[in-house]
T-cell receptor, first 114, second 114 residues
């Protein structure tokens, strides 16, 4: 599977502001997933967007997917200190397997200051 | 129950010890994964089990030996580890399918090899 590349590597904002992070990938996908990891903990799945979808929402999260540009963005609106975490994207390659092999990029470290 | 449990939470072992990490899920998932995560790095896939059979071994050294005794349990047996094997070991599970599925992660076992 291919690795996503997140940008920026680090993002520091104030509580209440919006945070946008981007993910680029190289080859065709059938889905792309975003995960969050609080310091030293397990990963939490945020959103899965399929290749035939352009936008998806979940609470304060909005994910977009542009397959022509091979990129995705994650927007967190009205950020909170509890959103401080590392965010990873994981592109899912097109093609059939009986499991979802994920390759995580280096991630974006988001710090939200109270 | 949407939880993946891992035991122990912390483990300190010498290079001559034999120990095991355990992972359990009761979501009916038929794909289970082991990841290794070094500090400030993304998780790296080690092994994938699909329908209790080893499907992927990402060229992991033989001192790591996975086992999937049944569809709910996943073990990682450790023997003759090196200090550089110190890391957070994460277990995950998902439905097995071809369209990419959300992975549920456990909190991890923090391993220190002396």
């Amino acid at each position: 599977s291919q690795q996503g590349e997140e940008d920026p590597q680090a993002l520091s904002i104030q509580e209440g502001e919006n945070a946008t992070m981007n993910c680029s990938y190289k080859t065709s996908i059938n889905n792309l997933q975003w995960y969050r990891q609080n310091s030293g903990r397990g990963l939490v799945h945020l959103i899965l967007i399929r290749s035939n979808e352009r936008e998806k929402h979940s609470g304060r999260l909005r994910v977009t997917l542009d397959t022509s540009k091979k990129s995705s963005s994650l927007l967190i609106t009205a950020s909170r200190a509890a959103d401080t975490a590392s965010y990873f994207c994981a592109p899912g390659d097109a093609g059939g397997t009986s499991y979802g092999k994920l390759t995580f990029g280096q991630g974006t470290i988001l710090t939200v200051h109270p | 129950d949407t939880e993946v449990t891992q035991t122990p939470k912390h483990l300190v072992m010498g290079m001559t010890n034999k120990k095991s990490l355990k992972c359990e899920q009761h979501m009916g998932h038929r794909a289970m994964y082991w990841y290794k995560q070094k500090a400030k790095k993304p998780p790296e896939l080690m092994f994938v089990y699909s329908y209790e059979k080893l499907s992927i071994n990402e060229s992991v050294p033989s001192r790591f030996s996975p086992e999937c005794p049944n569809s709910s349990l996943l073990n990682l047996h450790l023997h003759a580890l090196q200090p550089e094997d110190s890391a957070l070991y994460l277990c995950a599970s998902s439905q097995a399918g071809t369209w990419g599925n959300e992975q549920f992660f456990g909190p991890g076992t923090r391993l220190t090899v002396l």
